[in-house]
C-alpha cells in the first residue's frame, strides 16, 4: 500500500499500474474538498462548547462593577485594568444585556460547562454552531487544498521550511475570507443570556450594518490583524511539527505492524491523529496571547475612533498586548488557555484524520 504521500509533497502515484490504489496527492480537487468538509463537520459539532467558555474566560478581566452583572461578580473580581477610559464588552451598554440573572463567573474549563449550562440552557454551549459551520467548510477546503497545492507547487518544495512557509499562505488566504464572519461568531458566543436578548444574531447583524454604514467596510474585518497574527504563526508551527512528527510515527508504527493492506489505514489514520493533536497543542501554546488580543478587541470599542474625539493614532498589535500584560498582569495573556488547548488539540487530531483517511479512501476508489 502506497504512502499517504502528505509530508513529502511527491506525486507518488505517477507510475500507478492499472488496479493500483492512486497515492493521496493523485486525487482531484474536488475529493481534496470532500475530504476537508468532512473533519470540519465533526470537529464544529464536537467543540464548539470549548470556544464558548474559552471566549467568556477572555472577557472576564474587562468586566466592570456594573449593574448588569454586579449580582455575580463581586467588586474584588471586576475589572483590573487602570487605563483612563475603561473599556468593556459591546453588550453591556446596548440592547443585549438589560439584567442578565446568568453572568456566573467561569473559573475553569468544565465549570464553565457546567454554570453557563445551569444558568443558560446547554443549547448556549453551542450558540453560533451555524457560523461556525459557515466559516469552517469554506476555511478549510481554502487552507487544506491551498497548503497541499502551494506545497506541490513551491519552489522550495525539498528544503526543511517548505511547510513552514506554504502553511502561513494557505492560513493567510483562509482566515481572511471568512474574517466578518468570525468577527460575528465572536460576539454572539460573549453575550451573557437573558430574557430579552432572544434576537441577538438579528441585532449583531443589524448593528454590524450600521458600523459599514457608519465607518466603512474595515469594521468587518475588526481584529483580523491580530488574527493573522494568532492563525498564521499557528498554521506555519503546526505543518512543520505535524509533517516531523507524522514521519515518526509512521517509521514506529511501520515497526510495530509491518507493510500490509491489513494495517493501512489504521496507521493512516493512526499517525495522522497523533501527530495532529502534538502539533496543535504545540502551536497553541505558543500562540495564545494574540487569540486572548483578538477576543478582546473583537468584544470592545477602544480600538474604534468615537465620532468628535480628536484622532489618535491606532496602537500596534505588540502595544495592544503589551497594555493588557501590564495593566493586568501577563497572566491576562494566557487567559482561556485552557479550554484553548482542550479544543485545539482534539480539532487538530479529529481534522487532519478525517482528511487523510477520506482521501486515503478516495485514492483507493
Given at each position: ?9 511527491q ?15 493523485d486525487?482531484?480537487?474536488a ?10 463537520v ?14 467568556r ?47 456566573s463567573?467561569v ?28 466559516i ?7 487552507y ?16 526543511t521550511l ?6 502561513s ?6 482566515a ?8 460575528l461568531k ?20 443589524r ?15 475588526t481584529?483580523?490583524?491580530?488574527t ?5 504563526p499557528?498554521?506555519?508551527i ?7 512528527f ?7 508504527l ?19 491523529f ?8 504545540i ?15 473583537q ?11 480628536p ?27 485552557g ?27
Amino acid at each position: 500500500m502506497t504512502s499517504t504521500g502528505f509530508a513529502t509533497g511527491q506525486n507518488l502515484g505517477s507510475k500507478r499500474s492499472p488496479g493500483v490504489a492512486r497515492a493521496p496527492s493523485d486525487i482531484t480537487v474536488a475529493q481534496r474538498m470532500l475530504s476537508a468538509c468532512s473533519g470540519s463537520v465533526v470537529t464544529s459539532l464536537i467543540l464548539t462548547p470549548f470556544d464558548v467558555v474559552r471566549i467568556r474566560i477572555q472577557q472576564q478581566e474587562i468586566l466592570p462593577s456594573n449593574p448588569c452583572c454586579s449580582k455575580h461578580f463581586p467588586q474584588d473580581l471586576g475589572r483590573k485594568t487602570t487605563v483612563q477610559s475603561p473599556v468593556e464588552p459591546f453588550w453591556i451598554q446596548k440592547h443585549y444585556c438589560e439584567a442578565p440573572e446568568s453572568c456566573s463567573r467561569v473559573t475553569s474549563t468544565f465549570q464553565g460547562f457546567q454554570v453557563i449550562s445551569k444558568n443558560e440552557g446547554i443549547a448556549t454551549l453551542w450558540r453560533g454552531l451555524s457560523l461556525t459551520l459557515f466559516i469552517a467548510v469554506p476555511a478549510n477546503i481554502i487552507y487544506f487544498t491551498g497548503y497541499e497545492y502551494i506545497r506541490d507547487h513551491s519552489p522550495i518544495a525539498s528544503n526543511t521550511l517548505n511547510p513552514l512557509v506554504c502553511g502561513s499562505l494557505a492560513r493567510l488566504m483562509a482566515a481572511t475570507s471568512v474574517a466578518p464572519v468570525e468577527l460575528l461568531k465572536t460576539r454572539l458566543q460573549a453575550i451573557p443570556t437573558d430574557a430579552n436578548n432572544t434576537k441577538m444574531l438579528t441585532n449583531l447583524v443589524r448593528d454590524s450594518l450600521s458600523e459599514v454604514k457608519q465607518r466603512g467596510l474595515g469594521t468587518l474585518f475588526t481584529g483580523l490583524q491580530i488574527t493573522l497574527w494568532r492563525d498564521v504563526p499557528f498554521s506555519g508551527i503546526y505543518w512543520s511539527c505535524y509533517e516531523s512528527f507524522k514521519t515518526r510515527y509512521k517509521k514506529l508504527l511501520q515497526n510495530i505492524a509491518p507493510e500490509s493492506s491489513q494495517f493501512a489505514d489504521w496507521k493512516v489514520f493512526t499517525s495522522s491523529f497523533l501527530s495532529g493533536s502534538t502539533a496543535g497543542l504545540i502551536a497553541a501554546l505558543l500562540t495564545h496571547p494574540f487569540d486572548v488580543g483578538k477576543t478582546r478587541m473583537q468584544i470592545t470599542g477602544d480600538h474604534i475612533q468615537k465620532p468628535g474625539e480628536p484622532y489618535k493614532k491606532k496602537p500596534s498589535m505588540f502595544s495592544y498586548l503589551y497594555k493588557i500584560g501590564k495593566n493586568e498582569g501577563m497572566g491576562a495573556l494566557y487567559s482561556g488557555l485552557g479550554p484553548r488547548a482542550l479544543k485545539i488539540a482534539p480539532s487538530c487530531a479529529i481534522m487532519i484524520s478525517s482528511y487523510e483517511i477520506t482521501k486515503h479512501f478516495f485514492s483507493n476508489l
